[in-house]
């Protein structure tokens, strides 16, 4: 299940958050930086007006990275009662001894590690994190002008700092100026927990304060419970479409749409040929969903079957390496779409760019049986797509792949 945390900085927006049905109530100063620290009588005054009903973390500052300084700021943090302690990491030669140094306060309360997007950081630091018996990890942003975590990292590098925590049984979570349009996008991967703070404020302004309308827009876009997943990788469609994601079986008596991407051009490791290994080349892709319609009045992103899906879907399959032929890639980008039980039917093509004057692929259609059109599941890429109903190859280049 991944949880709703919301960034506050007094009592009297986490009356709010609490109302809007935030998970983690997260005490942290906007207008002081990132991870800006909230005084320690709030912190306290917080975690009884709480009282349990909710966990509470708190943000330690924007440290220098320094032991003797992370130690003495996470400890007071630590002091005041909350769950989760959050310290933020900048780039420093001397991470590996600051994280080291808060492995005795680590035993007594839960750290999380909080590292940012518009840094760059050694790749080994998760395991560093969970050898200093950390309890999670987190990616943000530090700039907060300077764009939205999707911005910094691409949805299949944050997959994998996602599976990287899961893998070391750490808890991860994802922030960093979310939008609602972003949230579809990261639960794919199945984050512990998405942050907010923008997002639920008065305009989208970090610094402006808590409003409900915009904390309650948030919270309706994240499912509230979760059935255990088998596979951590993929959304819970089931829970997806009990809060208003997809359709029942009435409401597809609305019909479908269309969703397109054009012209989606990527680097792609593809080829049979030896000429073609070790390197990449174009594929244009272009692909049309049918989409299940839920209203007559689409207002929001339960509404809709966002394209970026489509986007993100086909750069995580690129991103896995080299695939010999064209069919392979159409038709793993195809089971992918038809993992969402709002799409009854797509067609994708893939066409090779750098192969002669012109391009080369092919285009499939596939379609979902029938009778499980708007019913949530969750399958292997190789059941999701129903029996081929066109392969149509554009084969000049003599070979198909
Ligand atoms: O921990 C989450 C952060 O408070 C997110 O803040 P933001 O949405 O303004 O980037």
């Known amino acids: 299940m991944t949880k709703m945390l919301a ?22 100063d906007p207008d002081n930086g990132a991870l800006g620290a909230v005084a320690p009588e709030t912190i306290r005054d917080v975690v009884d007006f709480v009282a349990g009903v909710r966990p509470v973390s708190a943000a330690c500052g924007d440290l220098p990275m320094e032991p003797e300084v992370l130690l003495r700021e996470a400890g007071e943090i630590a002091a005041t009662g909350v769950e989760y302690v959050k310290i933020g990491f900048f780039p420093s030669e001397h991470l590996p001894e600051c994280i080291a140094a808060l492995k005795g306060l680590a035993q007594q309360r839960k750290l999380i590690g909080v590292l940012f997007a518009d840094h760059a950081y050694p790749d080994d630091l998760p395991a560093a994190f969970k050898e200093a018996g950390f309890h999670g990890i987190m990616i943000d942003t530090a700039n907060k002008a300077g764009g939205r975590l999707l911005d910094h990292l691409s949805p299949d590098r944050i997959g994998g700092f996602i ?16 939008e609602a349009p972003d949230i579809p996008r990261l639960l794919v991967f199945a984050p512990d927990f998405l942050g907010f703070r923008g997002a639920l404020c008065e305009n989208q302004k970090r610094n402006a304060g808590i409003s409900e309308e915009a904390t309650a827009k948030i919270r309706a876009l994240i499912p509230e419970e979760r059935t255990p997943a088998t596979d951590a990788s993929r959304v819970d469609y089931q829970l997806l479409a009990a809060r208003g994601y997809f ?17 989606f051009v990527l680097p792609v490791q593809i080829g049979a040929y030896s000429f073609e290994h070790g390197k990449a080349q174009k594929v244009r892709f272009d692909v049309t969903a049918d989409v299940l319609r839920v209203t007559l009045n689409p207002e929001d992103m339960r509404h809709v079957v966002s394209y970026d899906l489509i986007m993100d879907g086909i750069r995580t399959i690129v ?3 080299h695939v010999e032929l064209a069919e392979t890639l159409a038709e793993q980008v195809a089971a992918f779409i038809l993992e969402n039980p709002r799409v009854t039917r797509v067609v994708v093509r893939a066409e090779k760019l750098e192969l002669g004057a012109g ?43």
């Open 247 to 263: 359709p029942s079986p009435e409401d597809s008596k609305l019909g479908t749409d269309k969703i397109f991407v054009r012209d």
């Open 359 to 401: 391009g080369v692929g092919v285009e499939i259609e596939r379609r979902r049986e029938a009778q499980s059109a708007s019913k949530p599941r969750r399958s292997s890429p190789d059941t999701g797509a129903g029996a081929g109903t066109t392969h149509a190859h554009g084969g000049r280049k003599g070979s198909n792949s």
């Open 7 to 28: 960034s506050v900085r007094d009592r009297r927006e986490v009356e709010i958050v609490l109302k809007g049905g935030a998970d983690i109530i997260d005490l942290k």
């Open 163 to 178: 599976k990287s925590a899961h893998d070391l049984s750490l808890m991860v979570g994802v922030a960093g100026s979310l």
């Open 319 to 321: 991103a896995r390496g």
